[in-house]
């Protein structure tokens, strides 16, 4: 019993997840990268617990429309320090004068087919959505949580922005855990 109470900590940290979408809000990019979203943006990380992290994103213009985006992280539990690089692209759109981040990324399982002995490893296209607003050297983000609704599968773009739009009216649909604010900063040597 006690070789996994280290589980329960990890456990509530995993609880909050950002909602992972099959479709953006848009069918594809339409609106122009933004110069001033490219950099490096540096934040900080804290939960409330002893969990502490650090986060950069190293953001850079891949198209006219399309952001290439570079997560870097590094979190320290205890005296444990966990690196994590995470490689997606994005693009904007806006809901209501908010202005989103659709960040494309991709999910790997192991799915048991029928006859077969091993599973085989299914990669899939997902996408996290991110309010966002920029001041200066300043970026907030905020990231629609997975519990913001019941519905999961959602086909079409125009639904997600529709759906978005009635429970945001009803509820607060970010992750607090995945909100964070950014301050633009030349990029360090290291990175």
């Known amino acids: 019993m006690l070789k996994l109470i280290w589980l329960l900590p990890l456990s509530l940290f995993l609880y909050a997840c950002p909602y992972e979408s099959m479709v953006p809000l848009e069918k594809r990019p339409v609106e122009p990268v933004d110069s001033n979203l490219v950099g490096f943006w540096y934040g900080i990380v804290k939960d409330g617990s002893d969990y502490f992290g650090i986060e950069a994103l ?37 809901i209501d004068g908010q202005q989103f981040m659709n960040i494309r990324g991709s999910v790997t399982y192991a799915e048991q087919r029928k006859g077969k002995k091993s599973p085989e490893l ?63 900063i030349p990029k360090p040597a290291s990175f």
Request: glycine letters at 4%.
């Open 122 to 184: 299914v990669t899939h296209t997902v996408y996290y959505l991110s309010a966002f607003s920029r001041s200066t050297d300043t970026l907030q983000v905020k990231t629609i949580t997975e519990t913001f609704s019941t519905q999961k599968t959602i086909q079409r773009s125009e639904d997600l922005k529709k759906l978005i739009i009635e429970m945001a009216q009803r509820k607060n649909i970010y992750d607090d855990l995945y909100s964070l604010s950014y301050r633009k």
């Open 58 to 94: 190293e953001v850079s213009k891949q198209s006219d429309s399309v952001y290439s985006i570079i997560r870097y992280g590094k979190a320290v539990k205890g005296d444990m320090i966990l690196p994590d690089t995470s490689y997606f692209t994005g693009f904007t759109s806006w």
